[in-house]
């Protein structure tokens, strides 16, 4: 998908944060194969665009991800951390799963 937005030129400016966002809400999903797909388009696009906060960002999303993804689970004695309510993260997940019980 990345390497299609590049090629026909229509990766535009808001493309790499895009699918670094999508890479991020996989993550708090705790869906790694997603979240190393979406941070691996983010890091295409991003390289392809200079753009190196992005690419930093993506870069630090994927080793999160390979690693197990579990840092704050294990930091919290393996319990899940659930996001702090009425956050961003807590909006998104709440909006997922309603998508998911349709």
């Known amino acids: 998908a990345a390497a299609a937005l590049l090629e026909a030129g229509t990766a535009g400016p808001a493309a790499a944060q895009a699918w670094l966002n999508l890479a ?3 993550a ?3 869906d790694a194969r997603r979240s190393i ?3 691996t388009f983010a890091l295409r696009v991003g ?3 200079g753009e190196q906060k992005v690419r930093a960002s993506a870069e630090a999303v994927l080793a999160e991800a390979k690693s197990g ?3 704050a689970e294990l930091a919290a004695g393996g319990r899940p951390v659930p996001p702090a309510e009425g956050s961003l993260e807590w909006q998104l997940v709440r909006c997922l799963r ?3 019980v349709r």
Do not use: K, P, Q, T
């Open 69 to 71: 993804g579990r840092a």
């Open 98 to 100: 309603g998508a998911a």
């Open 28 to 30: 708090s999903l705790g």
């Open 24 to 26: 991020r809400g996989a």
């Open 47 to 49: 390289a392809a665009r």
């Open 37 to 39: 797909r979406a941070a």
